[in-house]
Structure formats: structure tokens, C-alpha cells
């Protein structure tokens, strides 16, 4: 059903935007007006200083900016002292993130970019930390998903395109994680195709349809995987016909 992304250039790195905020420290150069105790008919074109703290009137911390050779990180507090978003990029990985904070302190939204695997991510959390939507594309192969997770973590569905390919597919799954359904193109055939199956995994309905050579058909399969029906048209010979099977898949109906 096309090629999805490989777990690994899944991972959702919302915690880098914490990671690279927590290690950063060194030297920042800020262009524009000073603010503060300048004396009167004076303005500070330059302000320059390894890192920035914003108050607000009753002093308490809303705001830091901190720098280093490499990484430059960005934190923005609540009155609580809470930290509620994250912005930090990665010199040295070319990693860029943003994270944004519950009250509780916990992610729930990341956004990310690797410059050198060109990966780029969302990720959207519960108020447990469980990602629940994952969205991503892959700059190398050239290709995108999106997946939603339940509650435990199992993912539900999943939506990928594989544009090397030109690959599409869908796939809904239940809770115990297996395939009940799956929806797929093949733009190199021409082909698209649905699959239907049961608890077990296995396929019960199936329906297809072949472009390059002008041939659809549908089957219908016992809990055995043994076909029970299937209906086929041809294109080309402009043929069409039905067919019945017994558990021993030998014919006991058909038309024509």
C-alpha cells in the first residue's frame, strides 16, 4: 500500500526545543533601541549581551533569550513562572524546534526541522504526553504521512505518499493494532485498490482496479482466505464475468 516512513524519521523531536533551550549560553548581538534607564536626547542603536531577561511590572521573569556560538534559545513564561513556549534552533545538529507547554508543564505541542536529513514533524499531545497526531515529511525520499494514535498509544490510522514512487496510501487500524482496512494508489500502473479484512488479518473483501490494462474486479473471501466470489470486468476484450466457489474453491456457479 505505498512505502511509509521508517520509525526513526517519525520520531517527533518535540523535546529538542527544551534540550537545546536548557544547554545554551554565550554571546548575542540584539540590533535596535536600548530599553532602559537611557539619559534624556540619548538612544542606544546597539545592545549587546550574552543573554536577556524580560520582567514584567511586578519582576516577575515572562521572558529569556540566551546564545551561544551555535544555538540561540528563546523561553517564554506565564505569571506563575511557568514555562509555556519553547524556541530553540541547533547549530551544530542544524535542528529547529518549538515546543509549547500545558500548565502541568507538559508538551503538547512540537514542530521540528533537521536541516541534515531535511526531516520536518508535528507532533500534537495529550495532557499525558501521548502523541495522539503526527504529521512529517521527509525531504530525502520525498515523502509525507499522518498518523493518529488512541490513548494507549496504538496508532489508528495512517496516511502516507511516497513521491519517489508516486505511491499513496490509507491505512485504518484497531486497537489491537491490526490492518482493517487499506486504500492505496500506484501511480506508476495506475492501479488503486481497497482491502477490507477481519480481526485476524485476514483479507475478506478486496477491490481493485488495474489502469494500464484496463481491468477491475472485486473478490470476497471466507474467514479461510479462500475466495467464495469474485466479480471481474476486462477492458481490453471487453469481457466480463461472475463466479461462486465452494470452501474448496472448486466453481459451483459463474455468468457467462
Given at each position: 500500500m505505498g512505502r511509509?516512513?521508517?520509525?526513526?524519521?517519525?520520531?517527533?523531536?518535540a523535546?529538542w526545543?527544551?534540550?537545546?533551550?536548557?544547554?545554551?549560553?554565550?554571546?548575542?548581538?540584539?540590533h535596535?533601541p536600548?530599553?532602559?534607564?537611557?539619559?534624556a536626547?540619548q538612544r542606544?542603536?546597539r545592545?549587546?549581551?550574552r543573554e536577556?531577561?524580560?520582567?514584567?511590572?511586578?519582576?516577575r521573569?515572562r521572558?529569556?533569550?540566551?546564545?551561544?556560538?551555535e544555538?540561540?534559545?528563546?523561553?517564554l513564561?506565564?505569571?506563575?513562572?511557568?514555562?509555556?513556549?519553547?524556541?530553540?534552533y541547533?547549530?551544530?545538529?542544524?535542528?529547529?524546534g518549538?515546543?509549547?507547554?500545558?500548565r502541568?508543564?507538559q508538551v503538547r505541542v512540537g514542530?521540528?526541522?533537521?536541516?541534515?536529513?531535511?526531516?520536518a514533524?508535528?507532533?500534537?499531545?495529550?495532557?499525558?504526553g501521548?502523541?495522539?497526531?503526527?504529521?512529517?515529511y521527509?525531504g530525502g525520499s520525498?515523502g509525507a504521512g499522518?498518523?493518529?494514535?488512541d490513548?494507549?498509544g496504538?496508532m489508528?490510522?495512517?496516511?502516507?505518499?511516497?513521491g519517489g514512487r508516486d505511491?499513496?496510501s490509507?491505512?485504518?487500524?484497531?486497537?489491537a493494532g491490526?490492518?482493517?482496512?487499506g486504500?492505496?494508489y500506484?501511480?506508476?500502473?495506475?492501479?488503486?485498490?481497497?482491502?477490507?479484512s477481519d480481526?485476524?488479518?485476514?483479507m475478506?473483501?478486496?477491490?481493485?482496479?488495474?489502469?494500464?490494462r484496463?481491468?477491475?474486479?472485486l473478490?470476497?473471501s471466507?474467514s479461510?482466505g479462500?475466495?467464495?466470489?469474485?466479480l471481474?470486468?476486462d477492458?481490453?476484450?471487453?469481457?466480463?464475468g461472475?463466479?461462486?466457489?465452494?470452501?474448496?474453491?472448486?466453481?459451483v456457479?459463474?455468468?457467462?
Amino acid at each position: 500500500m505505498g512505502r511509509r516512513l521508517s520509525p526513526a524519521r517519525w520520531a517527533l523531536v518535540a523535546w529538542w526545543a527544551g534540550a537545546v533551550i536548557g544547554g545554551v549560553g554565550g554571546g548575542l548581538v540584539a540590533h535596535g533601541p536600548a530599553v532602559g534607564a537611557a539619559p534624556a536626547g540619548q538612544r542606544a542603536e546597539r545592545l549587546v549581551v550574552r543573554e536577556l531577561i524580560v520582567v514584567d511590572e511586578a519582576g516577575r521573569e515572562r521572558a529569556r533569550l540566551v546564545a551561544s556560538r551555535e544555538d540561540v534559545g528563546l523561553r517564554l513564561f506565564d505569571t506563575a513562572g511557568r514555562e509555556r513556549v519553547g524556541l530553540a534552533y541547533d547549530g551544530g545538529r542544524d535542528v529547529a524546534g518549538l515546543s509549547v507547554f500545558d500548565r502541568a508543564g507538559q508538551v503538547r505541542v512540537g514542530l521540528s526541522y533537521g536541516g541534515g536529513l531535511d526531516i520536518a514533524s508535528l507532533g500534537v499531545f495529550d495532557r499525558a504526553g501521548q502523541v495522539r497526531v503526527g504529521l512529517g515529511y521527509d525531504g530525502g525520499s520525498d515523502g509525507a504521512g499522518l498518523r493518529v494514535f488512541d490513548r494507549a498509544g496504538q496508532m489508528r490510522a495512517d496516511l502516507s505518499y511516497d513521491g519517489g514512487r508516486d505511491v499513496a496510501s490509507l491505512s485504518v487500524l484497531d486497537r489491537a493494532g491490526q490492518v482493517r482496512v487499506g486504500l492505496g494508489y500506484d501511480g506508476g500502473s495506475d492501479g488503486a485498490g481497497l482491502r477490507v479484512s477481519d480481526r485476524a488479518g485476514q483479507m475478506r473483501a478486496g477491490l481493485g482496479y488495474n489502469g494500464g490494462r484496463d481491468v477491475a474486479g472485486l473478490g470476497v473471501s471466507d474467514s479461510a482466505g479462500q475466495v467464495r466470489a469474485d466479480l471481474a470486468y476486462d477492458g481490453g476484450s471487453d469481457g466480463a464475468g461472475l463466479r461462486v466457489f465452494d470452501r474448496a474453491g472448486q466453481i459451483v456457479w459463474q455468468a457467462p
